[in-house]
């Protein structure tokens, strides 16, 4: 038995709060990802898909490489992804310029489309989280975040 308190939601879903924020963070993260995997369902979109989406929403014709580093997957799963995507019409890789090893990632219009019925439900999802904590303490646990992955980005350890 532990000494710590948990938190039970729907008693299907436990998470144990003790003095290890990696284990809070991670319980966070995957309610919430549950919680958004539920309604993409809805568009027959798998959450493995939604962060390349969300990269190409902001910054279409990326190559697979960079979409990669900025999805922070590896390459192998990205190139799987992508043919997933591909295939449901999200997206149409193409050779831009000289270099045929190059591909280069496009929303379809069907793909951009999905940003206005895929982004309220990842807003929903982040309303629902916070509902009841105030704006000072959202600030406050961003600015917080944010330090600690600033603390841990490889770049910046000595």
Sequence with gaps: MTDHPII?????????????IAHVIKGVTNIMVRSLQKKLNDYDVPF??????RI??????MSQR????????MEPTT????????????????????NKRKRHVFLT??????EHQLVPLAEDVNKVATRGISKKDLKLLRSTLTKMIRN??????E
């Design 8 to 20: 039970t939601q729907n008693n299907s879903h436990e998470l144990l709060i003790d003095d290890r």
């Design 48 to 53: 493995s898909h939604w962060a390349i989406l």
């Design 56 to 61: 190409l929403w902001h910054q279409d014709g």
């Design 66 to 73: 960079e979409l990669s580093a900025k999805a922070g997957v």
């Design 79 to 98: 190139a799987n992804i992508v043919l997933q995507m591909e295939v449901r019409g999200h997206i149409i890789r193409r050779h831009l310029g000289s």
């Design 109 to 114: 219009t069907q793909g951009k489309k999905l």
């Design 152 to 157: 841990l980005d490889d770049r910046s350890q």
